[in-house]
């Protein structure tokens, strides 16, 4: 570990799911290019969950950055987050670049999000770890406003 180094020099903001009240069916997040970085976490923040709503959250795996056939990485899959005590709760899911199906090109993931029921309040990030190709902050998306050091 390199503790002279700030955060920021490590890891990126890769892909988001903006904060919103997500009506029923699938968000999700732009493709991230894994060849980017060794490893990503999906990180799920739900606020209110809508009466008798479910969300259920996945990473899915494509062979372009357009989705070319798109299919879910084996079990990166929460289990599913209910209405009843699921309000006001995170999910988080590791991605390693051995998890995809390299053989057969897979190279780009996402994160995506079911609501199911009801609307339900949520947002997302895709944090990107250890950056192949220079600091962190050089390989953030571009709505990141600003990295404070």
Known sequence: MQGNLDPSSR????????A?????????SDWVDMRSFF?????LNVG??????TIDVKIE????NAGAGAKPVGNLATAQIVKAGGDNRQAAIN???EDLDKNNGFRFVRLSVTVGGAASFLSAMLVGFDARYGAGAAN?????AQTVS
Do not use: H, M
């Open 20 to 28: 919103q009240q997500a009506n029923v069916g699938t968000v999700t």
């Open 61 to 64: 795996q494509a062979t372009s």
């Open 140 to 144: 953030q998306i571009n709505t990141v």
């Open 95 to 97: 991605v390693r670049q």
């Open 11 to 18: 890891t990126a903001i890769a892909g988001v799911i903006p």
């Open 48 to 53: 209110v969950i809508g009466a008798a709503g």
């Open 39 to 43: 490893a990503l976490l999906a990180a």
